[in-house]
């Protein structure tokens, strides 16, 4: 039976230290969430992630924005939650409507409250290889393989996707465990080919249930980032009942990587107030 990697347990042992750092902070941090539109599964997470806030004790606000709302007017508030000192951390939830420019809106926040880690200056210090704020997920997945105590150092390690978000800074940090890393991605002639020769598997390719058995190598590490909701509930994007019965570790959908991203949020808003309180 593999071993399942839980985020959820992760994520607690994770909380027990951030407690007691809140405990330390002259101020409670706050971090303000700025969600355009009205997709509903951008609400939910916002929704979560609110109440991780107050579950911590920390202050958390949503600034709610119309779809049709103009890339100045974001730009305007974002600039706004920047000068306001009583706010830590923005987190500006992707997607954004198509016709704003996303990059000129994630450059705006000021890199010091980037809790996403997002802003091109943290993604610069992360390719340096000194992160100040690394994207959530990701370093949520290196937290998790970490607790489970499984070797990176010089496995070969393939991530499947390239987004800004999960599979480029997915890469980076692995690289900084000094893992052997692979990205593959739809273009990606022979997909197959590589994530059979990977030890550790990151998946993360918005394909529901797309990774079966013949993808990965007996013994792999297979950690999925998909979340999809299906009319048989929410699944990966790894075939987990496929899977499992190959592999020496994998993390379920839902309960694997999910609680992770939030988690490592909160160590980020800490970070960013910690930060903020020595300027
Ligand atoms: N949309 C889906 N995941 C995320 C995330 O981690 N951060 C932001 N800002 N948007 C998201």
């Known amino acids: 039976m593999a071993t399942l990697l839980e985020g959820k347990k992760v994520a607690e042992s994770v909380y027990s230290k951030i407690l007691l750092d809140i405990s ?23 929704n979560a992630k609110g109440k991780k806030c107050t579950d911590l004790g920390l202050q958390s606000e949503t600034l709610r924005l119309p779809n049709d709302v103009s890339e100045e007017d974001l730009l305007r ?17 992707l997607p954004l409507p198509k016709k704003i420019n996303k990059a000129r809106v ?3 926040i000021d890199p010091l409250k980037d809790v996403d880690g997002l802003h091109p200056e943290n993604a610069g210090r992360l390719l ?3 992160p100040r704020f690394s994207p959530c997920t990701p370093a949520g997945v290196i937290e998790m393989l970490k607790f489970y105590n499984i070797p990176i150092e010089g ?5 499947v996707g390239r987004s800004e978000i999960v599979g480029k800074p997915m890469a980076l940090l692995l690289l900084m465990q ?4 692979t990205v593959v991605h739809s273009k990606t002639s022979d997909l197959k080919a590589v994530t059979k020769a990977a030890d550790i598997l990151v998946v993360a390719m918005g394909k529901p249930n797309f990774i079966g058995a013949d993808h990965v190598k ?14 048989d509930g929410l699944v990966g994007d790894v075939d987990f009942k496929a899977v499992e019965p190959k592999v020496s570790a994998i993390s379920p959908v839902p309960g694997g990587v999910g609680p992770m991203t939030i988690c490592m949020l909160m160590k980020n808003l800490l970070t960013a107030a910690t930060l903020q309180q020595k300027k």
């Not at 330390?24 to 916002?46: E, M, N, Q, R, W």
Request: hydrophobic share 45%; net charge positive.
């Open 24 to 46: 330390l902070l002259p101020t409670i941090p706050k971090i303000v969430f700025v969600l355009v539109g009205d997709d509903g599964a951008s609400k939910t997470y916002v």
């Open 77 to 93: 508030k974002i600039s706004e939650l920047n000068k306001n000192k009583n706010v830590h951390g923005i987190l500006v939830q």
């Open 106 to 108: 994630l450059a705006e």
């Open 128 to 130: 340096q290889g000194e």
């Open 155 to 159: 496995k070969n390690a393939v991530v």
């Open 178 to 181: 000094n893992a052997t890393v």
């Open 218 to 231: 007996a013994g792999a590490v297979v950690v999925d980032v998909g979340i999809h909701r299906t009319p």
